[in-house]
């Protein structure tokens, strides 16, 4: 077991897409009366990450309590907003917690475990879900450049993941928690009929 870090692991939210298939942004999208990209930056904090990063382009979005981190580059892909938070942690952050802003039924207990499991001395941890691995991700601050450098295109940290199943920690969130995209209205009715 590794020692406890001095400082908490990062939160990173990707919020940068237009949302063409939904028809407007996803990061301005209300459910339940919050923003999603409001509620994906409270569940990076209440799951224990400090400070949180949100990664813009189609929209500019006004925060309070996270950095935002403007991606020009947003059209190409979720992997240039990847590589965009990635450079903008603060020196010294010793692991991000990787969220994407359309799965609201991502929680701060899922976040929690992945950041139990890097105190416990994983340098990276995947939350699962029947086994397979989804969102959100940690990764440690020695796998930063290499993350880096494999996110192209719509591809974000599964490239890196793929290529090192050794490094990989798998944390079943499961009973915390569901990986359901809003990509699409039929989506949002899902989700909003579910609660």
Partial sequence: MIPHPAHPPAG?????????RLGRPKALLE?????LV??????????????????SGAVTVELFGAVVVPNDAWRTGMGSSL???LAALPHGCPAVVVALVDQPRV??????????AFEDGARVAVATYGG????????AAEHFTAVAEAAEGDVGARAFLRAHPELVTPVPCDDV????DIDT?????AYEREG
């Fill in 132 to 139: 397979a691995p989804r969102n959100p991700v940690l990764i």
């Fill in 185 to 189: 209205l039929a989506d949002l009715a």
């Fill in 83 to 85: 590589r965009a938070g």
């Fill in 31 to 35: 459910v339940g009366g919050e923003r």
């Fill in 12 to 20: 990173l939210l990707l919020a940068a897409g237009e949302g063409s």
């Fill in 38 to 55: 409001d509620r994906g930056v409270r569940t990076l904090h209440e799951g224990g990450c400090a400070p949180v990063l949100v990664v």
């Fill in 177 to 180: 928690a569901a990986p359901d």
């Fill in 107 to 116: 929680t701060p207990a899922a976040v929690r475990r992945l950041v139990a």
